[in-house]
């Protein structure tokens, strides 16, 4: 006898969890909630998978997620940053300014020459050859 739970019953359990993520505010108990949802898609893809007699090949979803400390930006916000930045570039090249773009990251060596052995300032990197690099220390400091 089966203990695994049923198509109909995963189907159920997810729009009552629907529904009751509509009702919440953001939270711990919101997140607890969309994690518990994602669980019981999972489930129901195996089971629907399983009942077809597994002939579907077992396609994951990606999970799309940001890294820690940064953010997407929309096309409105993006408009709306484009345009302020346009303005600042406009300002500078009427009183002779020029634009400059440099990498944000410098060969480790340089860097801990240039600023001293403190490390708390410097965050390490490796390129794919193994070259030490670190992020620039302006691009560091908060």
């Known amino acids: 006898m089966s203990t695994a739970p049923t198509l109909d ?82 300002c500078f090249h009427a009183f002779g300014g020029s634009c400059l773009d440099t990498p944000v990251f410098e060969r480790k060596d340089v860097l801990t020459g240039k600023y001293g052995e403190d490390q708390k300032l410097i965050f390490d990197l490796m390129d794919q050859g193994g070259e030490q690099l670190a992020l620039r220390y302006d691009h560091t400091v908060s």
């Open 9 to 90: 019953a995963i189907k159920h359990d997810i729009e009552q969890l629907n529904t009751r993520i509509r009702s919440l505010d953001a939270g711990p108990e919101l997140v607890d909630a969309k994690k518990r949802l994602g669980e019981l898609k999972k489930q129901l893809g195996v089971a629907t998978a399983a009942a077809g007699g597994g002939a579907q090949k077992k396609r994951e979803r990606l999970l799309l997620k940001t890294p820690k400390g940064t953010r997407d930006y929309g096309p409105a916000e993006m408009a709306c940053r484009e345009h302020i930045e346009r303005t600042v570039k406009e």
